[in-house]
């Protein structure tokens, strides 16, 4: 899916800095979002909020 075909609010974390290298995230009705910020309109990747919550329990080991 496109990130541009999302009405979606993105954020990214404070401490990413101004360098552009960054993921984005929304958090839709139903599922999470990510997105690469140097790319605002091309892909998405969408999980569903148990992929998501999973996801981060493993990189917060």
């Not at 139903?30 to 329990?57: E, H, I, M, Q, Y």
Request: aromatic share 8%; glycine share 4%.
């Amino acid at each position: 899916m496109r990130a541009s075909d999302l009405n979606a609010r993105w954020f990214k974390s404070t401490r990413s800095g101004n360098n552009g290298n960054c993921v984005e995230v929304a958090f839709l009705s139903d599922a999470v979002a990510t997105r690469d910020s140097k790319n605002p309109s091309g892909p998405a990747l969408v999980v569903t909020p148990a992929a998501w919550t999973a996801f981060l329990a493993t990189i917060e080991r």
